[in-house]
C-alpha cells in the first residue's frame, strides 16, 4: 500500500493510448477527463487530444490516486492511476461503432490497459462488470429518502442499503480472485459511498428551512463515520 508520503504527490501523470481503426472523419478529434481536487473543490477539464495516427494523449493534474474516465463523444472510458505514473490505454474503434449500433442497451468495451496499474485497472473493470449483477444501488432512492426520514431513521436506511451492497461486492471479490490492493480500493469506495449519503442528508437537511421545514437537530452519534482509528 501507498504511504501517506505516495498518497499525496503533485507528480504529474499522463494518459497515452491508441483507437485501432479509428478514422478522424467520424466527428470528433477529441475526448476530456474531468479531473478535479476534492479538496479544494477546483476542476481541471482536460481535452485528450486524438491525433491522425489514432494516439491520444492528456497530462492532468492531481495530488492523489484517483479513479476517473475519460470520454469520447457519449463513450466514457474509466481507469485508475496514481501520482507520477503514466497509463497507456488501448481502444478498438469497432466497439465505439458498436455502442453507437446498440443504443438500446449497455455496449462493454473490451480495453486493455497498461503500465504499473494496468493490474488494478484490470480488476476493477472486472469487478465493475460483476457489480452490475447485483441489485441496483438506486442514488435517486437514496436521495430523495434524505427529504423523507428523520437522521437516525435514515442513517439506519442508508446502513442497511450499503451493508447489503458490500456482501455482495464481497462475494464477487472472492469469486474473481481480486488481487489484495484493488480490495482494498474496492472496500474503500464503498465507505466513501457511505460516508457521502450521510453527510450530503447533513446537507440537505440545512436547506430544510428555505422549504418552510425546521431543520432536525443533528447529534454527534450521527457522524461517528466520521471517526477514524488511531
Known amino acids: 500500500m501507498l504511504s501517506a508520503e505516495e498518497f499525496f504527490s503533485s507528480e504529474p501523470v499522463k494518459i497515452v493510448g491508441h483507437i485501432k481503426g479509428y478514422d478522424r472523419r467520424s466527428g470528433f478529434s477529441t475526448g476530456i477527463i474531468y479531473a478535479n481536487n476534492v479538496i479544494t473543490r477546483e476542476d481541471y477539464p482536460t481535452v485528450v487530444t486524438i491525433h491522425p495516427d489514432r494516439r491520444f494523449e492528456a497530462s492532468l493534474p492531481l495530488t492523489h490516486p484517483v479513479r476517473s474516465y475519460m470520454v469520447f463523444e457519449k463513450v466514457t472510458i474509466p481507469f485508475y492511476i496514481e501520482p507520477g505514473q503514466t497509463l497507456a490505454i488501448l481502444l478498438d474503434w469497432e466497439d465505439f461503432l458498436q455502442a453507437d449500433r446498440f443504443r438500446d442497451r449497455e455496449h462493454t468495451f473490451e480495453i486493455e490497459y497498461r503500465g504499473p496499474a494496468a493490474l488494478i485497472n484490470h480488476e476493477l473493470m472486472r469487478l465493475n462488470l460483476q457489480a452490475k449483477k447485483l441489485p441496483e444501488l438506486s442514488r435517486k432512492e ?59 442528508f447533513d446537507m440537505n437537511n440545512r436547506y430544510r428551512k428555505y422549504d418552510g421545514k425546521t431543520p432536525y437537530e443533528m447529534s454527534s452519534d450521527f457522524f461517528n463515520f466520521c471517526n477514524i482509528p488511531p
Do not use: C, H, W
Not at 429518502?145 to 442499503?161: A, F, G, I, Q, R
Open 142 to 200: 437514496m436521495y430523495q429518502k434524505m427529504s423523507e426520514l428523520s437522521p437516525d431513521d435514515y442513517k439506519t436506511y442508508v446502513t442497511s442499503v450499503i451493508e447489503e451492497y458490500s456482501s455482495g461486492i464481497e462475494k464477487i471479490l472472492e469469486e474473481e480472485n481480486i488481487s489484495p490492493y484493488t480490495q482494498t480500493l474496492a472496500r474503500n469506495n464503498i465507505k466513501i459511498l457511505y460516508a457521502q449519503f450521510l453527510l450530503d
